[in-house]
C-alpha cells in the first residue's frame, strides 16, 4: 500500500482557481512572554501556484476554538519566511481620565479615588514590584502631580494615594491633592496591544493564507478553510505515519464510538455586565455568560465521537438530598483541542463536564485526547446554554455527505429482518474513505 503524502489534501489540486497555501507551517514559543514565532516554507515551490503572480501571506489568529473567528494580523501581506505574533508595548503620552473614576469620595483622606485606564493592561515594570506605582503611571491634577498607590495592570485600574505627603523642610504634613469638581486629571503610561493571550492553558490557532494578483489591479487569497493551520500545542508536524495511526483510530471511533456535541469554553471576548468589580468574579447564574464573565460563554456546539462509555451509574445520597453520579475515561481525536472548561452534551440531553486531558504526543505532535467526564447535575448552569436545531438554521453547522448520514447522526444496530443482499454496510465516509484506496 503506498504512503499517503505528507500535505494537506488541497495541496493535490492541479489547476487552482485560487492560490494554495504555504506548506510546513510551524509555530513555536520566542521564549518570551506573550511572543509567538511562526514559519513557512515559500508558497512559490509548489507547481500549481507557477500560474499566480503571489504577493505575500496573510496570518490569522484565533483564540479557544480552531474553527474561529479568525482575525488578521497583519495589515499588508507577509513577504518574508516568518512573522512573529508578539505583545507590543505602547505608550500614552497623556490621557484625559477626569470622567473615567470608578470610586470617587470625598476629600477625606478616608475615600478611596479609583479611575481607570482607556487602553490596558496596563505594563508595569518591574513585572511584580512594589513602590514602583509612580514609575509606571504619571497622575497629574491641574498641573501639580499626585501620587499613585496602586495599579490593577489587567483591569488598568489606578489609586491615588490619599495619604499625603510630609515636608521635611518645614516639618509639617501635607494634605493630599484630589479631584474636585471641575479638575482636569491626566495620566501618562504605557500598555500592551495585540499580543497573544497567556492565561492558563491559552490556546491559540493560526491559519495562514497565500495572496496573489490576479492580473487586473485587485487580489485574490486562499480560501480560510484551505488555509494551512497550526497550533501552539503543537510542537512539530505530524509526519505520515503517525498521520496514518491517526486516521487508524478516527476509524474506529466511528464505528464503535459515541457521537456527542462539545461546546467549548471562552476565554477572551466582550466582558458581560454581570462582572463584579468588587470580587473580580461573574454571577454564576448568568444567562448571558452562563457563569464565564464573557458574553456567550461557549463556542459551540461541534460534533465529536468519543470513545463508549463502560462505567457504572449510581444514586448518592449526601446532605444535600439524591443525585446521580456517572464518571468515566474516555479519548478522542487531536481536534478539536479540548480543554477542563468545556462540557459534552450526549445524544439522551445529558451534559458532562471534561476533565484534566491528557494528549498522548510523539515528539509533540498530537495524536489523541484522554479524559474523564463527569455527569453535570440538572441545576448547574451549562444546561441553560442552547443546542440550536441545525434544521432551523439558514446555513447549518452540521453538514452530511449523504441526506440522512453521516458522523452527527445516532449509531443504529444490525436488524435480522434485513435480507444480507439487500442490507448497505459500511456507508459512513469513514469507512468509504478507509476501504478507497
Not at 499566480?52 to 479568525?70: L, M, Q
Not at 490556546?203 to 487569497?221: M, N
Not at 491528557?358 to 479524559?371: S, V
Amino acid at each position: 500500500m503506498p504512503s499517503p503524502p505528507d500535505r494537506p489534501p488541497n495541496i493535490l489540486e492541479v489547476d487552482p482557481a485560487l492560490p494554495l497555501p504555504p506548506l510546513s507551517l510551524t509555530c513555536a514559543s520566542g521564549f518570551d512572554q506573550g511572543t509567538v514565532d511562526l514559519w513557512w516554507s515559500t508558497p512559490d515551490v509548489i507547481s500549481a501556484n507557477t500560474k499566480f503572480d503571489i504577493v505575500g501571506v496573510n496570518v490569522y489568529r484565533s483564540f479557544d476554538s480552531e474553527f474561529g473567528p479568525y482575525h488578521r494580523m497583519n495589515a499588508v501581506p507577509v513577504q518574508a519566511n516568518f512573522w512573529r505574533d508578539r505583545t507590543r508595548v505602547r505608550a500614552i503620552l497623556q490621557e484625559d481620565v477626569s470622567r473615567s473614576f470608578s470610586a470617587s469620595g470625598p476629600t477625606d483622606p478616608a475615600s478611596r479615588w479609583i479611575f481607570r485606564t482607556s487602553r490596558r493592561p496596563v505594563v508595569i515594570q518591574p513585572s511584580g514590584g512594589t513602590g514602583c506605582a509612580d514609575m509606571n503611571v504619571f497622575v497629574t491634577i491641574d498641573g501639580v502631580h499626585v501620587p499613585v498607590f496602586s495599579i490593577s495592570s489587567a483591569d488598568g485600574e489606578v489609586e491615588l494615594d490619599r495619604r499625603g505627603v510630609f515636608d521635611v523642610a518645614s516639618q509639617t504634613f501635607e494634605p493630599p491633592v484630589l479631584p474636585t469638581p471641575g479638575s482636569v486629571v491626566l495620566a501618562s503610561y504605557r500598555f500592551l496591544e495585540e499580543g497573544p493571550s497567556t492565561s492558563l492553558y491559552q490556546r491559540v490557532f493560526y491559519r495562514v493564507s497565500t495572496v496573489a494578483s490576479d492580473g487586473q489591479g485587485g487580489l485574490v487569497e486562499t480560501p480560510l478553510a484551505k488555509a494551512s493551520q497550526t497550533n501552539t500545542h503543537e510542537v512539530e508536524k505530524i509526519d505520515w505515519i503517525w498521520r496514518e495511526a491517526v486516521r487508524r483510530n478516527r476509524f474506529i471511533l466511528h464505528h464503535g464510538g459515541e457521537r456527542v456535541k462539545v461546546f467549548i469554553r471562552k476565554a477572551v471576548g466582550s466582558r458581560c455586565g454581570c462582572f463584579s468589580e468588587t470580587n473580580r468574579q461573574p454571577a454564576s447564574d448568568c444567562l448571558v455568560c452562563y457563569g464565564t464573565g464573557i458574553i456567550g460563554g461557549y463556542d459551540g456546539p461541534y460534533d465529536v465521537v468519543v470513545a463508549p462509555d463502560d462505567s457504572e451509574k449510581a444514586i448518592a445520597q449526601s446532605n444535600r438530598g439524591r443525585s446521580f453520579t456517572h464518571s468515566y475515561e474516555t479519548w478522542t481525536g487531536p481536534n478539536p483541542l479540548l480543554s477542563q472548561r468545556d462540557f459534552v452534551v450526549k445524544l439522551n440531553g445529558d451534559r458532562y463536564g471534561i476533565g484534566p486531558v491528557r494528549m498522548p504526543t510523539n515528539r509533540g505532535m498530537q495524536l489523541q485526547q484522554h479524559f474523564s467526564v463527569s455527569h453535570l447535575d440538572e441545576g448547574d448552569i451549562r444546561y441553560k446554554v442552547r443546542v440550536l436545531d441545525t434544521s432551523t438554521l439558514v446555513v447549518p453547522q452540521t453538514r452530511y455527505l449523504e441526506p440522512g448520514r453521516g458522523d452527527a447522526i445516532p449509531m443504529t444496530t444490525d436488524r435480522e429482518a434485513i435480507p444480507d443482499e439487500r442490507e448497505i454496510r459500511g456507508r459512513n465516509p469513514v469507512f468509504e474513505n478507509y476501504h478507497r484506496r
